[in-house]
């Protein structure tokens, strides 16, 4: 068995999983290397959901019962649990959403009727990154279609990277928001946050950042980041899908507009006006995603139990050690950084002129479960002249076996299809 420095103890890990002890095509366990789609959950994550709902099911904020109340603790006490995970300021500056989607898209709406110096129009521009998971490039668009505002973004390097030589071109006077991904959801690469943000103060543009595939994987400090906005889903760090977070600084969300009307999110309602709860209610309209929310709460008791520092370590150990091992595979290309510093535990690549799609369903007949496609990421597949990437990626249980099975696994393809 191949020993790496910095791993976890994934042995006694895996046991928190009991999916990872599925088989699948006639007995094979399953080989699970599609965590950047969405991680598998432990039993503590599962077991909270189980109590909330066979013990505390109630709406939330305005029944006075005894289950009500129980709901309403657990679902803010949730939000203090996040807070904390990314050294949020305040706890009301944590909104509760349904994913990372809808977190992006609520920062683009509340720009897009805010009032000056916020608004975006015609006059403005916004800036994104051709590295960009769909999410955060079609909001944008939508944004830039109904106000007149100019897209603008970053290109791509050879290697993967962001090309950053023409910042000040990119980012202007103009500039009203810029919003790009931490860690590429398609190849892993870590982009430089603090360059990237220093010139959007320069010239007073906020800034968003996706960090859905960070805050899975990596310490994440808000404040750290100086950013403006930061998004993140729940269901890719061993929680429930159905829950999303936006942070924004709290004068933000106190000066801009709400996204969504309804119950919940108003102070007083008359038929002639309304006005807003104070955030994070004025921006979580309706019944919230309660449950989920639950869930959420216990992924970050669980992560921060093993300390998001050792997954950090111990994903770097397994993602250099899978560079490595890939790159010994005849025909692979890796898209994107071919090394790994500075990288994320994803790695998509290509097997000579084999399909991606065919490269999948051969690995699934082992038991092997990768990602093909686009990945949601179309523009970086089109900068590299390519169809379609097979995506592999890694997570806390993880382990050097796994990934010598995708080695052999691949080898397998290859004599496959001759």
């Not at 990237?196 to 980041?225: F, K, N, T, W, Y």
């Amino acid at each position: 068995m191949t020993q790496l420095p910095g791993l976890l103890d994934t042995e006694a890990i895996r046991k928190d999983f009991p999916i990872l002890d599925r088989t699948v095509h006639d007995g094979k366990k399953i080989v699970y290397l599609d965590s950047a789609a969405t991680s598998q959950k432990p039993r503590q994550v599962l077991d909270a959901l189980n109590e909330y709902y066979e013990r505390h099911n109630a709406n939330v904020h305005r029944g006075v019962y005894t289950i009500a109340e129980e709901a309403t603790a657990l679902y803010e006490g949730a939000r203090d649990k996040v807070a904390a995970f990314i050294n949020a300021p305040s706890r009301n500056e944590v909104i509760f959403t349904k994913n990372a989607s809808e977190s992006l898209n609520l920062v683009a709406n509340m720009l897009g009727w805010a009032d000056e110096p916020y608004r975006v129009d015609h006059e403005t521009e916004i800036v994104t990154t051709e590295m960009e998971h769909h999410s955060n490039i079609v909001p944008w668009q939508l944004l830039s279609q109904r106000t007149g505002a100019k897209l603008k973004w970053f290109g791509i390097t050879d290697d993967g990277r962001l090309d950053l030589s023409n910042i000040d071109e990119i980012i202007t006077e103009k500039t009203k928001i810029v919003s790009f991904t931490l860690v590429s959801n398609i190849m892993g690469t870590h982009n430089p946050v603090e360059k990237i943000v220093r010139r959007a103060q320069e010239v007073g543009a906020l800034v968003c950042i996706d960090a859905s595939q960070a805050a899975p994987h990596m310490v994440l400090d808000v404040q750290a980041l100086q950013a403006d906005f930061v998004a993140f889903t729940g269901h890719k760090m061993v929680g429930p899908t159905g829950i999303g977070v936006l942070w924004g600084r709290q004068e933000l969300l106190e000066d801009l507009p709400p996204f969504l009307g309804g119950g919940e999110m108003i102070e007083t309602v008359s038929m002639h006006s309304s006005t807003y709860a104070p955030a994070p209610h004025k921006f979580e309209a309706g019944t919230p995603p309660i449950a989920q929310a639950v869930g959420l709460g216990a992924a970050v008791d669980y992560l921060s139990a093993i300390g998001m520092e050792n997954i950090h370590r111990h994903e770097q150990a397994i993602t250099a050690y899978a560079v490595k091992r890939l790159l010994e595979v005849p025909d692979l290309r890796i898209i994107g950084p071919a090394t790994a510093e500075d990288r994320g535990a994803t790695i998509s690549f290509t097997l000579g002129d084999i399909h991606p799609h065919d490269v999948g369903q051969v690995l699934d007949e082992q038991g092997i479960a990768v990602r093909v496609g686009h990945h949601c990421a179309r523009p970086v597949c089109l900068r590299f002249g390519i169809p379609a990437t097979t995506r592999a990626s890694f997570y806390l249980y993880s382990t050097p076996a796994e990934v010598d099975a995708l080695v052999d696994g691949l080898e397998h393809v290859r004599n496959f299809f001759g």
